[in-house]
C-alpha cells in the first residue's frame, strides 16, 4: 500500500471550510483513497473513498488531484464536533493481509469556536 | 440499525483469567475483524473473518481466538489474559471483504490486565 504524508495538525475556525491535505506520490493505478477519523476515545469512522473522480457525500468532499499524487478532503462547515484526528489511507485490497487498513499518525484538527 | 455493537465497554481482568469482547453487526455485513489500539502504535490487525465459518489470523493473533458462527457475530476470546493485552480493542465489519466499502466501526472495549 502507498504511504501518505499528512500534516501533524490543523487549525479551523467553526463554521469554515477544513481543508485537510495528503499526499500519496507513489500511489498506484488500483488503489483507492479513503479518509477515515477518530473523535476522542471513540471508533473510527469512515469518511469518504475515491479513485480518481472527486466525490461528494453528506460529510465531506474529496479532491483527487489529476495525478492522483495528491488529495484534499473538505469538511464544508466545520463545527467543533468535528475536532477529531483524520486519516488518510491509500490501500488495495490484499486478503494476504486480511484486508486490514493502516493508520499513520493523521492530522489532529482542532476546530475552534 | 444499530451499526457494530461491542460489549462490555470496559473490563478490567486479573492476569490468567480468561475472558471474551463481544461484537455484533446488524447491516449483514460479510467482513468483520478486530483490532486493537495502542498509544503510539496505531491499530493492529488482531483476526478477521470474511463470512460465516471462516476466520484468519491477522499481524497479532497470539492469545486470541475468534469464532463466526453466524453472519452477525464475531466474538474475540482472550485465553488468559497478560498485562500486554491491556488495550482498546475496535471490531470493524464491511459490507464486503472489498476495498471499495468503507469499514464501520463499533465504540470500542477499554480492557485492562493487572
Not at chain 2, 500486554?84 to 472489498?98: L, P, W
Request: charged letters at 15%; proline letters at 4%; aromatic letters at 10%.
Amino acid at each position: 500500500d502507498a504511504k501518505t504524508t499528512q500534516p501533524t495538525s490543523m487549525d479551523c475556525a467553526e463554521g469554515r471550510a477544513a481543508n485537510l491535505p495528503c499526499n500519496h506520490s507513489t500511489i498506484s493505478g488500483n488503489e483507492y483513497v479513503y479518509w477515515y477519523r477518530q473523535i476522542h476515545s471513540q471508533g473510527p469512522q469512515y469518511i469518504i473513498h475515491g479513485l480518481k473522480n472527486n466525490e461528494t457525500n453528506e460529510m465531506a468532499s474529496l479532491i483527487i488531484t489529476e495525478d492522483r499524487k495528491s488529495s484534499t478532503l473538505i469538511l464544508p462547515h466545520a463545527t467543533l464536533r468535528d475536532t477529531a484526528v483524520y486519516y488518510c489511507i491509500v490501500r488495495v485490497a490484499s486478503m494476504e493481509y486480511g484486508n486490514k487498513l493502516v493508520f499513520g499518525a493523521g492530522t489532529i484538527l482542532r476546530v475552534k469556536s | 440499525n444499530a451499526g457494530v455493537t461491542q460489549t462490555p465497554k470496559f473490563q478490567v481482568l486479573k492476569t490468567g483469567q480468561s475472558m471474551t469482547l463481544q461484537c455484533a453487526q446488524d447491516m449483514n455485513h460479510e467482513y468483520m475483524s478486530w483490532y486493537r489500539q495502542d498509544p503510539g502504535m496505531g491499530l493492529r490487525l488482531i483476526h478477521y473473518s470474511v463470512g460465516a465459518g471462516i476466520t484468519d489470523q491477522g499481524e497479532v493473533p497470539n492469545g486470541y481466538n475468534v469464532s463466526r458462527s453466524t453472519t452477525e457475530d464475531f466474538p474475540l476470546r482472550l485465553l488468559s489474559a497478560a498485562p500486554s493485552q491491556t488495550s482498546v480493542y475496535f471490531c470493524a465489519s464491511s459490507y464486503r471483504a472489498d476495498r471499495v466499502y468503507g469499514y464501520t466501526f463499533g465504540s470500542g472495549t477499554r480492557l485492562t490486565v493487572v
